[in-house]
C-alpha cells in the first residue's frame, strides 16, 4: 500500500473537505516519492486559498478559457505539455489521457531538480499509461537563453509552438512568450505573473482543468480549423481574468456582509 492510499484513509468521505484533503495528501505522499519538491506543499496551499475563494468549482470564465485552450492546442503545429512534479502527483492518469487523445507530448520539465526527481516522475507517468515521455535524457537537451533556472533545460518545448505549463513559474512563462512562443497556463491565482503572461490562463484547480479539457476535446475534434481557430480569436486573456477578479471580489463582499 503506498503511502497516497494510507494517507487517503485517514480521511472519511464524509468530511465537508474530504476532496480538497484527498489532494493535499496525494501531494504530500508525492513528497515523500521525490516526486513533488517541498517548495511544491507550499504552492498547492497557495492554490487552496484561491480555490476556495472561486468556489472549489470551474467556474463559466474557466470553462471560456479550457475552450480556447483546447483549440489552440488542436491547430498549433507543435504543441508541448509540460510536466511538473505536482502534476504528476495529482493527475496523471488524467494528464496521460489527455496526451493521448490530443496526440501531444510530455515533456518534464522541472524547477528543483532534486536527484531522483525525473526518474520518480517518469515513473509515475509510465504507470499512468504514458509510453513515451521527453525531458529525462540530458544528451537530447538544450538551454533555453535568457534563463537562470533548471526549468531552461528543455527538449521538445526548445522548438515547440504552443506550451501547456499548467502550475508554472512565472520566470519561464515570460522568457516562452519573449521567444514568441504561445503559452496556455492553470493557475489559480489570476494575479501571478504566469497568469499575466500568458495567452490563455485557466484560473482553475488542476484536477477539475484536465478532465473538463478531456471532454471538450472530444467536442472540438469535431470542427475544422476554421472554426477552432475562431474560438481563439474570439478569446480575450485580458478580460477573463478581470471576470474571474470579479468574482474575488463578489465572495468577498459577500463574506463581508455575512460577518
Known amino acids: 500500500m503506498t503511502s497516497n492510499e494510507n494517507q487517503d484513509h485517514s480521511v472519511p468521505k464524509t468530511h465537508p473537505r474530504y476532496e480538497s484533503l484527498k489532494y493535499r495528501h496525494k501531494i504530500i505522499g508525492g513528497m515523500k516519492n521525490l516526486v513533488v519538491a517541498e517548495a511544491g506543499l507550499i504552492a498547492h496551499g497557495r492554490g487552496e486559498c484561491f480555490d476556495y475563494i472561486l468556489g472549489e468549482k470551474t467556474t463559466d470564465s474557466a470553462k471560456k478559457a479550457i475552450e480556447a485552450a483546447v483549440a489552440a492546442l488542436l491547430i498549433a503545429e507543435k504543441p508541448v505539455i509540460s510536466v511538473n512534479g505536482n502534476v504528476a502527483a495529482l493527475i496523471p492518469e488524467e494528464l496521460v489521457k489527455l496526451s493521448k487523445i490530443l496526440k501531444i507530448p510530455l515533456e518534464i520539465n522541472l524547477f528543483y531538480q532534486k536527484e531522483g526527481r525525473i526518474e520518480a516522475i517518469k515513473n509515475v507517468l509510465h504507470k499512468a ?131
Open 129 to 259: 499509461g504514458a509510453t513515451k515521455i521527453h525531458g529525462v535524457d540530458t544528451k537530447k537537451m538544450i538551454e533555453l537563453e535568457g534563463l537562470e533556472s533548471n526549468r531552461r533545460k528543455v527538449e521538445l518545448i526548445a522548438n515547440a509552438d504552443l506550451v501547456m505549463v499548467p502550475l508554472e513559474d512565472g520566470d519561464r512563462t515570460e522568457k516562452l512568450k519573449k521567444l514568441n512562443k504561445k503559452v496556455i497556463a492553470v493557475d489559480l491565482n489570476p494575479l501571478s505573473r504566469t497568469a499575466l503572461w500568458a495567452d490563455i490562463t485557466i484560473v482553475d484547480n488542476i484536477v477539475r482543468t484536465i478532465p473538463e479539457m478531456i471532454k471538450i476535446t472530444k467536442e472540438l475534434k469535431k470542427l475544422n480549423g476554421t472554426q477552432l481557430f475562431k474560438i481563439v480569436q474570439n478569446f480575450n486573456n485580458k478580460v477573463n481574468i478581470q471576470n474571474t477578479l470579479e468574482l474575488i471580489i463578489q465572495y468577498l463582499e459577500k463574506q463581508k456582509k455575512g460577518i
